[in-house]
């Protein structure tokens, strides 16, 4: 459980197998480390110079012998407080890369073009990254969307992470879903999400998958097949706009 976990956070099975002798065993010169460890002497002093760039352990130095000691186990939480600054400088870097790139993609998109423009997304990391670009919206997104459904497909994602960003972005929603347990409790916070829930009956109503209507996209999502599917069209969105606003008048009397 313990080289598993190490494992999980990044070290190497050789690295975790090192850093657990070295707790094990206390201050020892690399021969014995080694030897514990079964992994030969050449390999455990990189090892142990990785582990020291970390963090991790130091040493000491008795007449013409190093001996190598793990530090406070303690110090894990550190070195992962280290890499999460160093992930999130890295992403931010990233970023304004790409933001100042962008304008050099879209001069090469054709401005001409009237063809529908379609973008496949698969598995639950697609999943997000089909949500993401709702969160570019510039009006409210029109949704018929299964609140039970959504956060089985995605779970953790609404509505600690989407939600979230949507309300920084002030970006507003209306849904009209199928009356469910989690759907009412989603309910409750509509006005601190910036959201507007119509619920409809469950029993002649209830579906799985998602549309999403914004700007000139649509959105389909399927939670149980972990895919999904946005159209950039004008003409496509426009029709989807028009049959919504339907839908929300009759899902009023539905409602009641």
């Given at each position: 459980?313990?080289?598993?976990?190490?494992?999980?956070?990044?070290?190497?099975?050789?690295?975790?197998?090192?850093?657990?002798?070295?707790?094990?065993?206390?201050?020892?010169?690399?021969?014995?480390?080694?030897?514990?460890?079964?992994?030969?002497?050449?390999?455990?002093?990189?090892?142990?110079?990785?582990?020291?760039?970390?963090?991790?352990?130091?040493?000491?130095?008795?007449?013409?012998?190093?001996?190598?000691?793990?530090?406070?186990?303690?110090?894990?939480?550190?070195?992962?407080?280290?890499?999460?600054?160093?992930?999130?400088?890295?992403?931010?870097?990233?970023?304004?890369?790409?933001?100042?790139?962008?304008?050099?993609?879209?001069?090469?998109?054709?401005?001409?073009?009237?063809?529908?423009?379609?973008?496949?997304?698969?598995?639950?990391?697609?999943?997000?990254?089909?949500?993401?670009?709702?969160?570019?919206?510039?009006?409210?997104?029109?949704?018929?969307?299964?609140?039970?459904?959504?956060?089985?497909?995605?779970?953790?994602?609404?509505?600690?992470?989407?939600?979230?960003?949507?309300?920084?972005?002030?970006?507003?929603?209306k849904a009209i879903c199928p009356d469910n347990k989690i759907s009412?409790?989603?309910?409750?916070?509509?006005?601190?999400?910036?959201?507007?829930?119509?619920?409809?009956?469950?029993?002649?109503?209830?579906?799985?998958?998602?549309?999403?209507?914004?700007?000139?996209?649509?959105?389909?999502?399927?939670?149980?097949?972990?895919?999904?599917?946005?159209?950039?069209?004008?003409?496509?969105?426009?029709?989807?706009?028009?049959?919504?606003?339907?839908?929300?008048?009759?899902?009023?009397?539905?409602?009641?």
């Open positions: 459980m313990i080289l598993e976990t190490l494992r999980k956070i990044g070290f190497t099975e050789k690295e975790a197998k090192v850093y657990i002798q070295l707790i094990r065993l206390g201050p020892q010169p690399v021969s014995t480390i080694a030897a514990k460890a079964e992994i030969n002497r050449t390999t455990t002093y990189d090892i142990i110079s990785t582990l020291t760039k970390k963090g991790l352990i130091s040493s000491i130095k008795k007449g013409s012998i190093t001996y190598f000691k793990a530090l406070d186990p303690k110090e894990l939480l550190n070195y992962l407080e280290r890499e999460k600054s160093e992930e999130i400088r890295k992403i931010e870097k990233q970023q304004k890369e790409i933001t100042a790139l962008l304008p050099a993609l879209i001069s090469l998109e054709n401005p001409e073009s009237t063809k529908p423009k379609v973008t496949f997304y698969e598995s639950e990391k697609g999943l997000r990254q089909a949500y993401e670009d709702t969160l570019t919206s510039s009006e409210t997104i029109l949704a018929y969307a299964n609140v039970e459904e959504m956060h089985k497909g995605l779970p953790n994602f609404f509505p600690d992470y989407y939600q979230r960003r949507g309300v920084e972005k002030k970006i507003h929603i009412r409790e989603r309910h409750k916070y509509d006005k601190k999400e910036n959201r507007e829930i119509m619920l409809i009956p469950a029993k002649e109503y209830d579906f799985s998958p998602e549309i999403n209507i914004y700007d000139d996209k649509v959105l389909y999502a399927s939670w149980r097949e972990k895919m999904a599917i946005i159209i950039k069209s004008k003409e496509i969105a426009d029709f989807h706009k028009k049959m919504y606003k339907l839908a929300w008048e009759s899902a009023k009397h539905k409602a009641k």
